[in-house]
Structure formats: structure tokens, C-alpha cells
């Protein structure tokens, strides 16, 4: 009985040590692994925008690996409706060891459902970040937290007069006045906008392209602008007192359709 | 029981000695909050489970020593060794613990550690219960030594 006693009390004091010595250790390593979270970097290419950032993490200091790091942002509209996601994995970063990682955040337009709204009206994304790593293969943690995203609209207060029709011997002059504000600061509208006047047959009647660019909102109190009247020949044989104009402005993020209707006074 | 040896110096002398260790854990209360004092933030919501954990064991630590040399010792210890089982599991929340710091909620797993602690504790319960049993077997055997201290 004496030698068990004395065996059982030294195996407790054995594992009292072993888990001293591993909190003393966890909590020493946790306090040496510095994070440093670089300025994000924003790139946009042809159909899509991507947010770039950048972190350093240093576990030089560190007596444990870092494993199965992942980073993941979700984006959601004020709703609460996910708009995308997007992770990062980094399988392990040695103890005494430094490593350079980029979280990637990518949109493209087209893939968000309802991307229409958010061409014209200015919100705020909630980016909800998460971080899942296990430290030293003992202690798994998630940290989460919430940040907004404001977007600029590209096409905001987008605005078409009513048409207005003037008559020469064979043709009608269609013209009416587009405006609208880009305060997209990552968006530069360099594409085309397609205007077809439809009678009320669905017929098409006129069409005509203009080119666009508005650059995007740098951050001063003046949004760019863009605001032109435009006209458009019409086939007077096939006109009729009411129909439709119809706007499509297509850049390479976006494609985007309007529909105005007209209604004349008098036909020639 | 012996209570011829329960004399009121014998007494006197127990409950100091039982007064001195039970200070000594809150002087170990008071070093660990000094040494958390940098995390205060992070564990500033668990702070009374710890204290009142602290004052557990303080209470336990005076009862103990109080009744050193007597069966009720093994059971106190036995009472002590479930109490922890059971604070940590049900303060730790089966070790999952979240904390919120300002606009960052951080979830820590720490099954690990209560698995490790609630071993150290299982051990320490078999060893009370065979404590025990030895101090029966030599009681009932009159092998049980009077030593300095009074027994009862």
C-alpha cells in the first residue's frame, strides 16, 4: 500500500509539473508571435477587384509551431446576405520562424447575386473576419471580428431625362439627358454605353453607342460626373406614339440595363 | 475516536496552523493575479469563478488541516478533488471558453488542459480513497501512531 501511495502521489506531482511547464510555455510562445498586418493593397483587373493583405507573422520567439492557420472574410450586405468568401490557409509556421502571407479578397461584380442594387445605390458591406489556427497542436482558438466595407455605386443617382423627339423629312431625332455620379474609388468606367429605341411592337428603331469613362472617386468631396445629352436617328416610318429607350452600359466589371419609357405628343 | 487528545491547546494549535496554510493560498491567489495582471482583459470576465475558486480552496486547505490525522481528512480531500472536477468543468464550459475584447470575440479550446487536470484529480481521488483505507487498516490494526498532534 505504502509503495502505491508513493507512486500515485509522485505520478500527480509529475503531471502537475508537465502541465505547469506547458501553460508557463504556451502563454511565454503566445506573447513572442508577432502579427503585423501590412496597408491592403487593391488591384483590379479585367472583370474583377481584389483587396490584398498582407501579414507578417513572426514566430521567432516561439517554442510551438502555428498549424493549420486560415484565415477567411466573409462579405455580407446590410441585409446579412453573403455576398462571397474568401480563405487562407498556411499549414504551418515553424517555431522560429517567419512568414510572409496574403489574404486575398476578391469580387466580381457579376458573380454577386442582385449586383444590379449595388450599381446604383451606395451601402456598407460587413466583412466578418475569421482566424482558426491550433497552437502547438494543444490549444485550437478562433478569433473573430467585424469590420465595414463602404461601396460607392458607380452608376449613383443614375438619371434619364424624358426623351424628346425632333422631326426632319425622314428621320426623328431622339434625345434625352443620361447623368449619374461614380463614387466607386476603385471602379473606372471605361467602356460604352449602348442606347436602342424600341416602338411599341418591340421593334427596334435606333440605336447608337457612346463611349464613357468616368474615373473613379479619389476621395475629395467632388464625385466624377458624368452628364451628356444624347441623340439618337430613328426610323420615322416604324415610330410609334410610345415604345421604350433602353440603355446598356457595358464596362469590363459590369454589364448594366435601363429602361426608359417615351410617349410622344403628335407623330408626322 | 480518541477524544481525550482533542484538547483546547491542541486545538488552538490546528486551527492556526490550518488559518497559516489557508492564507498561504490566498497569497498564491494573490501572486497569480499579479502575474495575469497583463491578461486582466482577456480573463477580466472569469474573475469571480477564480476568486471564488481560490476561496474553495481555501476553505478546503483550513477543513483539511483541521481534521489532519482523522478519517474526515480523506473525505475532505475526496470532497475537494470532485469540487474541482466539476468548477473547472462547468466554468471552463467543457473547455471551450470565449472571451470578448472590444470588437474581437476569441474562442480558446483549452479540452486539453481539463482533460489534464481532470486526470491529476481522478489520481488524486485514488489515492485519497486508498489513503483512506490505509488509515482504517492501521487504525483497526492499532498500528496508528499518536504523534505530536492531537487525534481524535
Known amino acids: ?268 | 475516536m480518541n477524544l481525550k487528545k482533542f484538547s483546547k491547546r491542541n486545538l488552538s494549535i490546528r486551527i492556526l496552523k490550518a488559518g497559516v496554510k489557508a492564507v498561504l493560498v490566498y497569497v498564491a491567489y494573490f501572486i497569480f493575479t499579479l502575474l495575469t495582471q497583463q491578461v486582466y482583459e482577456l480573463i477580466g470576465e472569469y474573475s469571480p469563478f477564480i476568486e471564488g475558486f481560490f476561496i474553495a480552496i481555501a476553505v478546503f486547505v483550513f477543513l483539511i488541516e483541521l481534521s489532519s490525522g482523522t478519517i474526515f481528512k480523506y473525505m475532505l480531500e475526496f470532497a475537494r478533488s470532485l469540487f474541482v472536477i466539476f468548477y473547472l468543468i462547468v466554468t471552463l464550459k467543457s473547455g471551450i471558453i470565449d472571451v470578448n475584447i472590444q470588437n474581437i470575440t476569441l474562442m480558446l479550446n483549452l479540452q486539453f488542459f481539463l482533460l489534464m487536470l481532470i486526470s491529476i484529480n481522478l489520481i488524486e481521488i485514488a489515492r485519497t480513497v486508498l489513503s483512506a483505507i490505509d488509515f482504517l487498516h492501521k487504525k483497526a490494526e492499532g498500528e496508528l501512531q499518536p504523534s505530536a498532534g492531537a487525534r481524535i
Not at chain 1, 51 to 67: D, E, K, Q, S, T
Not at chain 1, 71 to 98: N, Y
Not at chain 1, 127 to 155: D, E, Q, Y
Open chain 1, 1 to 268: 500500500m505504502k509503495h502505491v501511495l508513493r507512486a500515485l502521489r509522485w505520478a500527480t506531482i509529475i503531471l502537475w509539473i508537465l502541465l505547469v511547464f506547458l501553460v508557463i510555455t504556451l502563454v511565454y510562445s503566445s506573447f513572442n508571435i508577432g502579427i503585423d498586418v501590412g496597408e491592403p493593397q487593391f488591384f483590379v483587373e479585367d472583370d474583377r477587384i481584389t483587396w490584398a493583405i498582407p501579414a507578417r507573422i513572426n514566430n521567432n520567439g516561439g517554442l510551438y509551431g502555428i498549424h493549420d492557420l486560415n484565415i477567411t472574410t466573409i462579405i455580407e450586405d446590410a441585409d446579412g446576405a453573403i455576398l462571397l468568401k474568401s480563405s487562407s490557409f498556411v499549414p504551418l509556421i515553424p517555431k522560429q520562424e517567419t512568414r510572409q502571407i496574403w489574404h486575398n479578397i476578391s469580387i466580381s461584380l457579376e458573380k454577386i447575386p442582385n449586383y444590379q442594387v449595388y450599381l446604383t445605390n451606395d451601402t456598407d458591406f460587413i466583412m466578418k473576419h475569421s482566424i482558426r489556427l491550433n497552437f502547438g497542436k494543444v490549444v485550437p482558438c478562433f478569433f473573430i471580428f467585424n469590420s465595414t466595407m463602404p461601396w460607392g455605386a458607380p452608376l449613383y443617382n443614375l438619371h434619364v431625362g424624358e426623351p424628346d423627339c425632333q422631326f426632319n423629312a425622314t428621320h426623328c431625332i431622339v434625345s434625352f439627358n443620361v447623368s449619374f455620379e461614380n463614387h466607386s474609388p476603385y471602379i473606372n468606367l471605361n467602356g460604352t454605353l449602348k442606347v436602342e429605341v424600341l416602338n411599341q411592337n418591340e421593334e427596334k428603331i435606333g440605336m447608337n453607342s457612346f463611349p464613357i469613362n468616368v474615373p473613379p472617386y479619389q476621395g475629395n468631396d467632388n464625385y466624377p460626373a458624368y452628364n451628356e445629352t444624347l441623340t439618337i436617328p430613328v426610323d420615322i416610318s416604324k415610330l410609334t406614339r410610345s415604345g421604350k429607350v433602353r440603355l446598356t452600359f457595358q464596362t469590363s466589371m459590369f454589364s448594366y440595363e435601363t429602361e426608359v419609357p417615351y410617349e410622344l405628343e403628335e407623330i408626322f
